[in-house]
Nanobody
Framework: QVQLVESGGGLVQAGGSLRLSCAASGRTFSSYGIGWFRQAPGKEREFVAAIGWSGGSTYYAASVKGRFTISRDNAKNTVYLQMNGLKPEDTAVYVC????????????????WGQGTQVTVSS
């Protein structure tokens, strides 16, 4: 069992930065790949980024590649999403999730989900 808690969301102007954190409970955290997804009002959930269990593999949606960076610290049971160059279209609830195998961008491969943190980017 893994419990995930996101933090770090907030209101920022376009061009600004935020760093989201996904803190996990459970001694097997390092066995899980972690993904970030987002959902804006009236839109479907969208894959943002994912990282493998060791941190050696990372994956990004085309819309955030070059602006967002995912990383993890297994000693702290935490995954980070550094978001730079934020745009109004990045406004959404950001949720982290944990998976043991499967396609990193496919939400169906994720077993555990957090509650989410709101990110709002003003123009």
């Amino acid at each position: 069992q893994v419990q995930l808690v996101e933090s770090g969301g907030g209101l920022v102007q376009a061009g600004g930065s935020l760093r989201l954190s996904c803190a996990a409970s459970g001694r097997t955290f390092s066995s899980y790949g972690i993904g970030w997804f987002r959902q804006a009002p009236g839109k479907e959930r969208e894959f943002v980024a994912a990282i493998g269990w060791s941190g050696g593999s990372t994956y990004y949606a085309a819309s955030v590649k070059g602006r967002f960076t995912i990383s993890r610290d297994n000693a702290k049971n935490t995954v980070y999403l550094q978001m730079n160059g934020l745009k109004p279209e990045d406004t959404a609830v950001y949720v982290c999730a944990a998976r043991t195998y499967g396609a990193p961008a496919d939400p169906k491969t994720y077993t555990y989900w957090g509650q989410g943190t709101q990110v709002t980017v003003s123009s």
